[in-house]
């Protein structure tokens, strides 16, 4: 129980920190609804869960090779430069209340988009890693069991924090005008190409 508990904790947390991805939950919440928002969030979390289990396993270590380090910051830049000019481009293109059915995302095809986002920062890994030597060394996670319980915590506790920040957003949507929904848009699209700009500049200063 304390591991579940601990990894509940890491993963509410981590996921609490603003970041793209959060943006990206918040306006495609605004556009497309709490099921879009939540399949967002079940995308996050999933994602969460898979690297802490690969930091867990030690993986961390292998990202330290330059040029897959290279290859995978790259790649996570362009992913979430891709996501930000998409959400630029819908803020100019769609006005709240006029999407036409093919321009509102499916919580399926949200999902998907959630996952592909939330894997574009694989170097995020080497974090979960440290964390875990941290929790392994604190008693928490220094046996098979006990990680396994770590990592599950992780990923409910992230699911926890996407699910309350989409229902909180579904809540306030009717509340909210084009204006502000189209200003949220280029937040979040602004929030993911700088992010994904900064990504790209620190991996390219590396080599």
């Not at 591991?3 to 920190?17: H, I, M, N």
């Not at 830049?77 to 093919?102: C, D, K, M, N, Y």
Request: proline share 3%.
């Amino acid at each position: 129980m304390k591991a579940l508990g601990v990894g509940f904790g890491l993963g509410f947390f981590v996921a609490a920190q603003l970041g793209p991805m959060s943006l990206f939950l918040m306006r495609s919440t605004l556009r497309g609804g709490l099921k879009v928002g939540l399949a967002i969030g079940a995308g996050i979390a999933a994602i969460d869960a898979l690297y802490a289990t690969l930091g867990a396993a030690g993986a961390g270590p292998v990202l330290t090779i330059d040029p897959m380090r290279l290859v995978l910051g790259l790649l996570g830049a362009a992913v979430l430069i891709g996501l930000g000019v998409r959400t630029f481009w819908s803020a100019f293109r769609i006005r709240h209340g006029a999407e036409v059915p093919q321009e509102v995302a499916t919580p399926r095809r949200a999902f998907l988009t959630s996952l592909a986002g939330t894997a574009s920062n694989p170097l995020t890994i080497a974090s979960w890693a440290a964390l875990f030597a941290a929790a392994s060394a604190a008693g928490a996670a220094n046996s098979a069991g006990s990680a396994a319980a770590l990592v599950a915590g992780v990923g409910l506790g992230s699911l926890a924090w996407v699910s309350l920040l989409a229902s909180g957003i579904a809540a306030a949507r009717r509340r909210l005008g084009p204006g502000t929904i189209r200003g949220i848009d280029l937040a979040a699209g602004a929030g993911m190409v700088g992010s994904g700009g900064v990504l790209a500049v620190g991996t390219l200063r590396e080599h």
